[in-house]
């Protein structure tokens, strides 16, 4: 993981060059899903597509343009609608960042295709097909068939299938039931749903199962004195939740917005994990088996770039890439 991880870094700090000198139709060309997949029993949808959640969960740029690195958490001048041909919008931000479902619905096909790479398929129930292309990863939690409800953790954000030349991006496309070349420009949901990009807090990996004190003081770099925001219950009535050797608890919003505040047995401090070291270590890094574990310090600014060490290795965000490394 820890070779795999620095690899991927440099890879997207090359690709940095290769996206600023790429004409926009290679960024965008068709990603369409392969014949055999297409052609399903047609059957009218029965209501709108909708989507509560924005699929790229972290700062994105929604739609190629000369800033498309300028990620923002918030709707920005910057995203704009490049369907055009290729019935679908691209979303770019680092690989890495995670990808969640903006729409409830079951998982359909598989989760690869040869233009798409990894990708997810979900169905919502009035006969929307949502589809999800260019992962880096696949969660391994998915199966087909199974019913995911809005902001499930779908995996992250790559450039696999025939986006291997690009800059990492979401090809995102919604289309009625089987019918690609039907797709909706998907770029006014995308718009409305874009506040959400940066606000669902969760720990995907907690253990749950007990009901425990809310961890009322948790050390930030700024020594406390931000608000850590309030309690996120992240799928049942416990905001605390326990998570092998102590407890952890999600915040949303706060003067440093989505963080997990995280306390060890028997440590006298809780340490707050935000920002993008968050983004990597809640949704990616820093899963049940993980090596990092708990945090042991605040993030600090090292010489490339935020950093935050854990007790088995530390994190950090060059600008463009996550990585995590053992000590
Ligand atoms: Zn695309």
């Known amino acids: 993981m820890n070779s795999k991880l620095g690899m991927a870094a440099i890879a997207v700090g090359a690709l940095l060059t290769t996206g600023c000198g790429t004409e926009e139709d290679a ?12 052609g399903q029993a047609e059957q009218l949808t029965t209501c709108p597509a909708a989507l509560p959640v924005y699929p790229v969960n972290g700062r994105h740029n929604n739609g190629y343009d000369a800033t498309w690195a300028n990620w923002q958490c918030t709707p920005s001048a910057s995203s704009v609608s490049n369907t055009d041909s290729h019935l679908g919008n691209d979303i770019f931000g680092a690989k890495g960042t995670p990808i969640v479902a903006g729409q409830a619905g079951h998982i359909r096909l598989g989760f690869t295709d040869p233009t798409g790479g990894k990708v997810v398929y979900i169905q919502d129930g009035c006969g929307w097909w949502y589809y999800y292309a260019h992962l880096d990863t696949v969660s391994t939690a998915l199966a087909v068939g199974q019913f995911v ?15 291997s030349g690009t800059a990492p991006h979401l090809h995102f496309s919604i289309y009625p039931d089987g019918n690609y070349n039907a797709g909706i420009d998907p770029y006014p ?3 409305a749903a874009e506040g959400t990009a940066c606000s669902t807090s969760r720990v995907g990996r907690d253990s749950g199962g007990g009901f ?4 009322s003081t948790c050390h930030s770099r700024n020594g406390g004195a931000a608000a850590a925001g309030t309690p996120f219950d992240n799928g049942g009535t416990p905001h605390v939740h326990r998570w092998g050797a102590g407890v952890v608890q999600d915040n949303n919003g706060g ?5 997990t505040c995280m306390l060890k047995d028997g440590a006298g401090t809780a340490w707050m994990v935000r920002g ?3 983004t990597a270590y809640v949704y990616q890094l820093g899963g049940s088996g993980s090596f990092l574990g708990y945090p042991i310090g605040e993030e600090f600014a090292s010489a490339t770039g935020p950093r935050q060490n854990f007790e088995g290795g530390y994190i950090t965000w060059n600008g463009s890439a996550f990585a995590a490394f053992r000590y």
């Open 189 to 191: 949901l995308l718009r």
């Open 276 to 278: 993008s070291i968050w």
């Open 255 to 259: 003067t440093l917005g989505p963080n």
């Open 27 to 38: 960024l965008t060309e068709a990603h369409r899903p392969e014949g055999s997949e297409l």
């Open 149 to 163: 409800s809005a902001g499930t953790y779908l995996g992250t954000l790559g450039q696999t299938g025939n986006a």
């Open 212 to 215: 425990y004190g809310a961890i």
